[in-house]
């Protein structure tokens, strides 16, 4: 977005003739969303980064705002591991999908992912749980994948304002009746633990134990990060 802004702001400069107050955003606007979907997705790939799909059966964004803000972007060795994972999870659970959160960025290694601390290389992404209603599998209930609790009072950094900090964006869609699927949500993180190429899980430790869950590769993050009983943190080698 910014540098979009930037483009426009020196072609305005070049352009000697008086421009309308509201040109600009309504240019700003049209021009972001025309590089969002047709440069930006050809343009990553010379940074090793793929665009997650948008509308796919196995694999979907939580919230659409993370497609527009260019937040979908990861490393291709995570593309494959994504779509390996959701396979075999499709395999068990036909008619779930992947709802996937924050990614990265689609270009440089080292440009931060504002509020995350450690996704900006494409090989992090956040993952929502697993939610059903009536014995079908349905997306969580935050608007944003982001603040619904699997248990709001059990916290083992009470007191460090980052780490409640989510519990802001977990708006909860009106009249929502889906409830957490515990079984499926381990079954969904065994699969992942059972992958190569992933590295490490961020899950609260409470929920680790509670999920019957006791690979090394799911761990804390600490206290100085958010909690993770709201979302599954993934990460690749």
């Not at 802004?5 to 400069?13: E, G, H």
């Not at 343009?43 to 799909?53: A, E, G, H, T």
């Not at 900006?120 to 994948?145: C, H, M, Q």
């Not at 499926?184 to 509670?210: C, Q, S």
């Amino acid at each position: 977005g910014g540098i979009v802004y930037l483009i426009l702001l020196i072609w305005k400069r070049m352009n000697k003739k008086q421009w309308p107050d509201f040109r600009l955003p309504i240019l700003f606007f049209a021009f972001y969303i025309f590089s969002t979907f047709a440069i930006i997705p050809y343009l990553s790939v010379i940074f090793n980064r793929k665009s997650l799909p948008i509308s796919q059966a196995t694999i979907r964004p939580k919230a659409f705002y993370t497609v527009l803000m260019n937040r979908h972007y990861v490393h291709e060795d995570l593309y494959r591991t994504m779509f390996e994972i959701g396979d075999q999870f499709r395999s068990k659970y036909p008619d779930a999908k992947l709802f996937y959160l924050d990614a990265g960025f689609p270009f440089i290694n080292g440009f931060p992912l504002w509020p995350h601390l450690s996704h900006d290389d494409g090989r992090k992404i956040d993952l929502a749980f697993v939610y059903e209603k009536d014995g079908s599998i349905v997306p969580n209930p935050s608007a944003t994948g982001y603040g619904i609790f699997v248990n709001e009072a059990t916290e083992v950094c009470s007191g460090r304002f980052v780490y409640g900090l989510s519990r802001y964006l977990g708006w909860h869609r009106p009249f929502y009746e889906g409830v957490f699927n515990k079984t499926a949500t381990a079954d969904l993180i065994e699969i992942m633990v059972g992958h190569d190429r992933v590295e490490k899980i961020f899950l609260e430790p409470y929920l680790k134990r509670n999920l019957g869950i006791s690979h090394a590769k799911v761990r804390f993050q600490g206290c100085h990060s958010v909690r993770h009983d709201d979302h599954i943190h993934l990460q690749i080698r």
